[in-house]
Structures are given as structure tokens and as C-alpha cells.
């Protein structure tokens, strides 16, 4: 679900700067070295005998193992601490990129609507910090090299896949959780039994099981390119290799293309947009009531004002409100012709506001569910200025534009964008900056992830697999964080949606992109341990969310579980077994 965010600056160059001047790094120059403009001032006979032991001395140490510059100027170093800090800046800077991308990815997809732009070119964009980490990780150097660095790849690859699947899974859960019913439903923004591990959880629609089944159904190139290795055998490697890049990318055809003829997905951001209209027309319908503005100067809710609005719709002066007192309000208020279920938006308003069950929205329920929209609506137009009525007349036009921009009819959504040429420019600017990042910075991020490796004698498949999906999945996991919090059936089965849209996207375009890297580069196909760590947390989580809609709370303790038990699987079968 696109929602719209104010986004600060990023003073990119201020902190390109600062981050060349570190590439001041000097390195031992031995004899056979040959001379090079930096350093040529080194190779003076004043300060040869200061940097450089005598290589005639039979007590002569082991040459200290020396770093190369990616690019010929970035920083590199052989310390540990040294190639930390690599690591978090570029990883930084790989973050900040895939955030470019969701903000051009987002502004996209309102001026264009959805069909071929929301199906086709963005979850490609999505996959996009991920799939360039893969690629450069056994692109360059020797096919020896890229033998033993495309382990990096390997380890984002599995890294991100589980890391959506367990961590960000149980975590969703844990911040998603309502009270559940004895028939297993949860009962939506009510959450009074705390951490019962059976009393409370989720609820999705089955639309997101079908998203978990196209999830499971992704493996399916992984069991192709290990089956030589089930069946222990040398024979047909290659050929299943290419059989299953082959069966990658027509996956990601395929999955692409169902988006765009099944789009439930945007229909359900299309009703969400609606709810958000009836919203901002309800604020705006108080202010023209001239009962008052909602918000003080500080920006904080006028209560006052909130209460006479509720004795206003309050006809009965019962002190609650009845389904029919909230249908009379939504007829009454011209909503420009956008065309919904009045009950449909009564049910949404109901869901919004009565908190405690009774089908009525008593005074105080209807001054806290206030509150809480206004603070979204805050949220949505944070620049608009001063809280003067302005303020709500601008919230209301941008939630008309964003229904339009959902519409299924993308020239119309074209049309309801004021100047659509400048929209279309700024998203492709946001576009074209973070796949400039992504492709400048993804090949420096594998070189201080491979020396960081070297330095602590820690496997790059474990530095890779815990540190690179932080970077890359960083923004997205935030975005489900906050929307699973609304503790809403409909924003949970979106966010659940969007994470194993983005697990099959990694299990497809990225895992592609791998297999194209081995068959091409003529490397060897030895990750069996860790294709079966992906095919385990796939399936166990796939089967387990493919069949049901309802997940009690423990359910997280089985995702937070499986991401240890991966790592342990890797490490016995690999350093005990001998796997790898």
C-alpha cells in the first residue's frame, strides 16, 4: 500500500565528500610493486626504510596482505574495524538508494495508475538494490575470484529471503495483533489481551494465501539447479543450470503478468482510497459547518471542536451515534462524484471508531477516532503549512487525487495530476538516482563485505546473509512495520501480500541473476546447504500461510525461530558435514 511520506533531503555530496577524503589510506610498497604516481614519493630512499622492511632479512615476516581500490579511488583497508565502517556506508548508501527507488517507484505509479507500470516495472524496481548486489558479486576478476566472492551473493540471496520470512514476518504479527474470537477471527484495533499467545493475532483475507502459494510455487528453479546434486551426480550440471535460469525469468514473466490481469492487489488500494475520501470529507464537512478549526496552532486536535461536530450529527441527542445518524452524514456530504458503497463506508467508519463493540460510536470513541485522523492526515500533508482550514481543504484534494490515480483508467489518472510532465520528471529523476547509487556503490559493498570477511576469518555467506538484507529491505520493512500497526484485517493482508510478493521476486529475478553469473562464468554449483535453508523456510512458511487466514500470536515465535535454525543448518552441514 503506497503511502505518500515527506521525505528530507539527503546531502548525497557533502557525504561523497567526506567519504573520499578517507581514500587517504596508505599501503605497503614491496620491491616487485611496480611504481605508481601515489607512489612514487613512497619509493624515495628517505622513506623506503621507514615503510618497507628489508626483503634481504631471513627474519623477514609474511607480507601483510594488501587491499585494491575498487574503481581505482574508493577507500579500502585490511583492518577489521576499517572494513566495518565500509560496510555501513555503503550499506547506507545502498539504503538510501532502494528508498529513491520506493519514493520513484510510488510517484509512479499515482501519475500512471496501475496495469503495466504497477505489474510489470515495479517489482522489478523493488528487486532492483538486490538483484545489482547479485550480479557484481561474481562479475569481476578471475573466474577464481568470482568462484569465492559470489558466495556474497549467495548469502543475500538466502539472507533476504529469510530475513522477510521470519524477522519482518513475526514482527508484523507482533505489531499487527487484536484480540482473536473463539472462532479465531481477530477483532480489528481491538487489542486488550497483551501477549496471549492464543487470545490475540492476525487475520488476513484469502487473496494473501493465493500471495503465499505463488511464494511456495517460486522455489521451483532452486529444486531444478540442485537436482544433480540430489541424485549425486556430475552429469547434466550445466544443463540443469540453465534449465532452471531458464524457469527464473519466466517466472518473473509470469508473476508480473498475473499482477497485471488479477490486479486485486491495487483494487484493494483503490477501496483503501476511498475510505481515506470519505475521511478527509467528513474533516472537511466540520470546518464548513464553520463549527470551528480541527487543529490548534501547535497542531494538535481542537477536542472542542470535535465534540460539537459530534453533537451536530448527533440528531437524537442520545450521546452516540447510530448507523443511521453516520449514513445521513455521508449522504449529505457532496463527495464529487466518486462513486462508493455508502453502507460500505459506514461498516469502515464503524470499524474506525467503536471500540467497544456496541455498533454505536459513543462521544469519547468519536473524539479518539478524530484524533487519530487527523494525525494521519498530518501524516499526508505535513506541507501545507500552518493548521488553517487550508489544511483540511488540501488533505481532502489529495485523497481525491489518490483515488483517481488508483482508478483503473490510467489517462484519467494522468489528468487529475496538476502538471503530469514535471511528476513524471521527478519520478524518473528518483528512478535514475537510486539505480545510479545501486549500480556505483553495489560493487564497493561486495569488496568491503569480501575484505571484512578476510579480516575477522568470518565466512562471507554469514557477514552477507545477516548484514546486506538490512540494507536492502530496510525501507520496505518499515513501510509493512507501520502498516501492519493500523491492526486492520485489510492493511495487514496487503502488507503480508507485499512481503511475499517480495520473497518470489528475490526467489525469481534475483535467483535468475545468479544462475546466469554461474552458467555464464562457468562457476560451480556447491550451495547445497544453502539452497536447502531457502527451500526449508519456503515451504514450512509457504504450506503454513498458504492454507489458513488466522495466526494467533505464537505463530511469531515459529518465524523468529526459523531464522537461527537456518543460520545453525548452514554452519553444521557446511564446517561439520563438509557440505560446501
Known sequence: MAIRRQRRAFPLVPFLVSLLAVAAYGRLISDGMPATPSSSVLASPLSSAAIRLNSSSPATAAAPEECE????????????FGNMFLVLTYGFLMFKAATFLSAGSELLLEIMGPGLVGGLLLPILGALPDALLVLVSGLSGTKETAQSQVLIGMGLLAGSTVFLLTLLWGTCVVVGKCDVTENGVAIDSTDTKGFSLTGSGITTDVQTSYAARIMAISVVPFVIAQFPKMLKTHHGERLAILLALIASFSLVLAYCLYQVFQPWVQKRKLAYAKHKHVISGILQHAQKQALGRLLNDDGSPNENV??????????????NLSRAELHALIIGINFEEIDFDKNDAVDKIMDDFDTSGNDTVEEDEFVAGMKIWLHEAKQKVE???????????DYHARTREDHDQLVDRSD??????????????????YLLLGATICAAF??????????????THIPSFFVSFIGLPLATNSSEAVSAIIFASRKKQRTCSLTFSEVYGGVTMNNTLCLGVFLALIYFRELTWD????????????????LFTSFRTSFPLWTCLVAYLLYPLTLA?????????GWS
Open 383 to 393: 506541507a501545507s503549512g500552518a493548521y488553517s482550514n487550508k489544511f483540511v481543504n
Open 442 to 455: 553495489a560493487d564497493p559493498l561486495v569488496d568491503a563485505v569480501h575484505n571484512f570477511s578476510n579480516a
Open 527 to 542: 550451495f547445497s546447504s544453502e539452497v536447502l535453508v531457502i527451500l526449508l523456510v519456503c515451504v514450512i512458511m509457504g
Open 306 to 319: 470535535i465534540r460539537k461536530l459530534f453533537h451536530k450529527i448527533d440528531n437524537d441527542d442520545s450521546r
Open 569 to 577: 543448518v548452514v554452519y553444521v552441514l557446511d564446517f561439520v558435514f
Open 412 to 429: 484519467e489518472a494522468v489528468e487529475s495530476v496538476e502538471n503530469p510532465g514535471w511528476c513524471i520528471a521527478k519520478a524518473v529523476g
Open 69 to 80: 581500490q575498487t574503481y581505482g579511488f574508493l577507500p579500502c583497508t585490511t583492518t577489521v
